[in-house]
């Protein structure tokens, strides 16, 4: 079992920054992978970044340039650097851990972490 708390949203104006983390309770080195996704209201779910074991990295087109994820194993915890933020990034942020290629799921997830810009 494994228990992810993410950190550091809130509220920022458009072309700000934020750092988001995501803290696992376990060791993240043994994860095949962490995502960072993102839900605005009355839109989907949606994946903005990810990292697999291997430190490969995919990232959402809308954020390329902008985010970049990172990995701390030491203190088994994920990060997501956001630069350039623009109002569209508003969401509740939330990480999450070990994918099921075959199911196309994710095994672990946080509670999430609001982020507001402003225009």
């Known amino acids: 079992q494994v228990q992810l708390v993410e950190s550091g949203g809130g509220l920022v104006q458009a072309g700000g920054s934020l750092t988001l983390s995501c803290a696992a309770s376990g060791r993240i080195f043994s994860l095949n992978a962490i995502g960072w996704h993102r839900q605005a209201p009355g839109k989907q779910r949606e994946l903005v970044a990810a990292?697999?074991?291997?430190?490969?990295?995919n990232y959402a087109d809308s954020v390329k340039g902008r985010f970049t994820i990172s990995k701390d194993n030491a203190k088994d915890t994920v990060y997501l650097q956001m630069n350039s933020l623009k109002p569209e990034d508003t969401a509740l942020y939330y990480c999450?851990?070990?994918?099921?290629?075959?199911?196309?799921?994710?095994?672990?997830w946080g509670q999430g972490t609001q982020v507001t810009v402003s225009s």
């Open positions: 990292s697999a074991s291997g430190d490969s990295t």
């Open positions: 999450a851990a070990e994918y099921d290629v075959v199911g196309g799921t994710w095994g672990y």
